[in-house]
């Protein structure tokens, strides 16, 4: 009992320490006065007009009860909360929407979106905060990721780094 609980959990803590020490300790994110501000590995809930916005969660982003909703793909709630979604994105009439908008993850928590999703929202995030589309579009590009190899050919983006990186963007083009 000792060597499976106490010291295999603690060769794996320091292993973790060792080797990816930010991941290790929940990849966390900081503001410039050390607050934490988020994590990178766990979504947060976003609805200002000039910020990206996540996945829906079935679980209100509450890391301390991730899950999803299990609901049926026939389930009328499903197609009422998507409707809802694109009213409020104003998205309703563009074209195929991206499932990563109206469906939240198995976790309820992904912290990522795709690329795709993301320049959906470029235009209001650009009119917003009064950037150019080009700008934002750049940004969201610059942003991205492709995880998982021929797995998961779709690139991604960090929605919190995402917006992070827009905030920024937006004080360094007011100056």
């Avoid at 590995?41 to 200002?48: D, E, P, T, Y």
């Avoid at 694109?86 to 009439?93: F, L, N, S």
């Avoid at 929605?159 to 007011?174: A, I, P, R």
């Amino acid at each position: 009992m000792t060597v499976c609980c106490l010291l295999y959990g603690s060769a794996i803590m320091m292993f973790g320490q060792l080797v990816e020490p930010h991941k290790a300790n929940g990849s966390l994110i900081r503001n410039e006065n050390g607050d934490v501000i988020g994590s990178e590995l766990i979504a947060q809930g976003f609805s200002k007009k000039e910020y990206l916005w996540p996945r829906p969660s079935a679980v209100d982003y509450n890391a301390s009860a991730a899950g999803g909703s299990n609901l049926s793909p026939t389930n009328p709630e499903l197609r009422l909360r998507a409707q809802t979604i694109m009213a409020r994105m104003d998205i309703t009439g563009k074209g195929l929407v991206p499932a990563d908008l109206l469906t939240a993850s198995g976790s309820g928590l992904d912290p990522y979106i795709t690329l795709n999703a993301a320049q959906l929202q470029s235009e209001r995030i650009a009119k917003t905060r009064r950037l150019s589309i080009m700008t934002v579009t750049w940004l969201l590009e610059k942003s991205s990721r492709q995880i998982g190899g021929f797995l998961s050919p779709e690139p991604i983006v960090n929605v919190l780094l995402v917006n992070l990186e827009l905030d920024k963007v937006e004080k360094n083009y007011g100056q």
